[in-house]
């Protein structure tokens, strides 16, 4: 018999990291190949994760709540296959072998975006870290240690006879971050509500694109009358004959598509030496449920017609709402819209989905007096509001895009084509 490694499965085109909901076998439980083992959350998707292999779960590494780097080993499975196969895949389980992972150091300077991050925030020097990940590898785990015990002992090359300094944690002038050590005081009353894998999942993600990318924001106000007259006229034909809404949001993010072509700098991301311009057009659009949000992907969106991405919309919200999301439906995002007008909002300032570079809210359409040639006219007035990663875009191309979508939705007519 041979024990094979399972690892934690990259989920996501820029996922690092998945947290395990809850695992579906336990250790001596006998698995075919693809039957699901556990529950994997990441900022992006929840996911069932599946075996590998078939055979019998001889150790469970990871546990619940924990999150795991893609690529890390969460449990081992007993195959078939040979004694030498045995002793050689047994030989690398950290727990047996736990002294001599300094050896392999082929992964000590792979690190990791949370790594780098965490490092950068408390002034450890990545060089003076022993890594306790496979081949050598500096694992978050392995950061957070240190920044718990105060730092890096500093080792001297003679004796000395002053006792032992160590190079303590910096303070810094960033407000406290919230995290499960803050203490809160707690009333009579007060109701404390456990953290979700998904919120906890949501917030690091909001806190690493709020840390790394410096964002910028800038807003335009769109007269929508004629697109408000145009769908009200087709709107129930629409429905009887394709069976969906054809909602404002549809005619938007058609919007958003056709200027992002014309405007490819915008469909980029920061990958720290340089800057990918990413060639599809992949629209993620922000769906909230009762307790989080998520941000499906429609794939394409240049290429569909407003009737297509009216379909999409409606099929990628039911399935978020019934929990049907795969990790297909999450991937691949270059640029996201968020209807924050449903809500009512009327002006936002959204956060980057990291790593893109840029996000477009856009607000509930009211009807407001505005001055055309000298008259006074109301008009269905709509705000959109743009968040840039300021290290990929600038002002003049941003406010470029914007008066594009602009100029689109001004110009939507009787003419205009659904399919």
């Known amino acids: 018999m041979a024990i094979e490694k399972m690892t934690m499965p990259q989920l996501g085109e820029s996922v690092t990291e998945g947290t395990?909901?809850?695992?579906?076998?336990?250790?001596?439980?006998?698995?075919?190949?693809?039957?699901?083992?556990?529950?994997?959350?990441?900022?992006k998707v929840t996911a069932e994760v599946p075996s590998s292999f078939e055979g019998k779960i001889t150790e469970i590494v990871a546990k619940e709540g924990?999150?795991?780097?893609?690529?890390?080993?969460?449990?081992?499975?007993?195959?078939?296959?040979?004694?030498?196969?045995?002793?050689?895949?047994?030989?690398?389980?950290?727990?047996?072998?736990?002294?001599?992972?300094?050896?392999?150091?082929?992964?000590?300077?792979?690190?990791?975006?949370?790594?780098?991050?965490?490092?950068?925030?408390?002034?450890?020097?990545?060089?003076?870290?022993?890594?306790?990940?496979?081949?050598?590898?500096?694992?978050?785990?392995?950061?957070?240690?240190i920044i718990n015990s105060g730092g890096i002992k500093v080792e001297t090359s003679a004796p000395d006879t002053k006792p032992k300094q160590e190079s303590k944690v910096e303070k810094t002038s960033e407000p406290?971050?919230?995290?499960?050590?803050?203490?809160?005081?707690?009333s009579n009353g007060d109701k404390e509500i456990p953290l979700t894998s998904v919120r906890k999942a949501i917030a690091s993600n909001m806190v690493r694109s709020k840390h790394e990318a410096p964002h910028a924001w800038t807003m335009v106000e769109v007269d929508a009358t004629n697109l408000v007259n145009y769908r009200e006229s087709v709107k129930a034909s629409f429905r009887e004959k394709e069976g969906i809404n054809l909602t404002f949001f549809a005619f938007f993010v058609k919007a958003v598509a056709q200027a992002l072509k014309e405007f490819p700098e915008?469909?980029?991301?920061?990958?720290?030496?340089?800057?990918?311009?990413?060639?599809?057009?992949?629209?993620?659009?922000?769906?909230a449920t009762d307790d989080a949000l998520?941000?499906?992907?429609?794939?394409?969106?240049?290429?569909?017609?407003?009737?297509?991405?009216?379909?999409?919309i409606s099929e990628l919200a039911a399935k978020t709402r019934n929990g049907k999301l795969t990790s297909d439906d999450?991937?691949?995002?270059?640029?996201?819209?968020?209807?924050?007008?449903?809500?009512?909002?009327?002006?936002?300032?959204?956060?980057?989905?990291?790593?893109?570079?840029?996000?477009?809210?856009?607000?509930?359409?009211?009807?407001?007096?505005?001055?055309?040639?000298?008259m006074i006219a109301i008009r269905d007035m709509v705000n959109i509001c743009l968040s840039l990663d300021h290290r990929v875009l600038d002002g003049l191309v941003c406010?470029?895009?914007?008066?594009?979508?602009?100029?689109?939705?001004?110009?939507?007519?009787?003419?205009?084509?659904?399919?």
Not at 109 to 114: G, I
Not at 176 to 186: D, I, L, N, Q, R
Not at 294 to 312: L, Q, S
Not at 399 to 419: D, P, V
């Open 66 to 145: 924990e999150t795991i780097p893609v690529g890390e080993t969460i449990c081992y499975i007993e195959v078939e296959g040979s004694s030498a196969e045995n002793k050689e895949e047994t030989a690398e389980k950290p727990s047996k072998k736990e002294s001599e992972k300094p050896k392999d150091e082929s992964a000590k300077t792979r690190y990791s975006p949370a790594v780098l991050r965490l490092s950068q925030e408390h002034n450890i020097d990545l060089t003076k870290v022993v890594g306790t990940g496979a081949g050598g590898r500096i694992t978050r785990k392995d950061i957070t240690k």
């Open 266 to 287: 915008v469909n980029s991301m920061w990958a720290g030496d340089k800057i990918v311009q990413k060639r599809d057009v992949n629209i993620s659009i922000a769906v």
């Open 20 to 43: 395990i909901s809850s695992w579906l076998i336990s250790a001596g439980d006998t698995v075919q190949k693809y039957d699901p083992i556990a529950e994997v959350t990441t900022d």
């Open 294 to 312: 998520y941000v499906p992907v429609i794939k394409h969106a240049d290429e569909k017609t407003i009737k297509g991405i009216a379909r999409e």
């Open 176 to 186: 406290p971050k919230m995290t499960e050590s803050t203490p809160v005081s707690v």
């Open 330 to 374: 999450m991937t691949g995002g270059t640029f996201t819209v968020n209807n924050t007008g449903s809500f009512g909002s009327v002006q936002s300032m959204g956060i980057i989905n990291y790593p893109q570079a840029a996000i477009l809210q856009v607000e509930t359409i009211v009807k407001r007096p505005v001055v055309i040639d000298n």
């Open 399 to 419: 406010g470029r895009f914007l008066a594009r979508i602009k100029e689109i939705i001004e110009n939507i007519s009787s003419e205009t084509a659904l399919y």
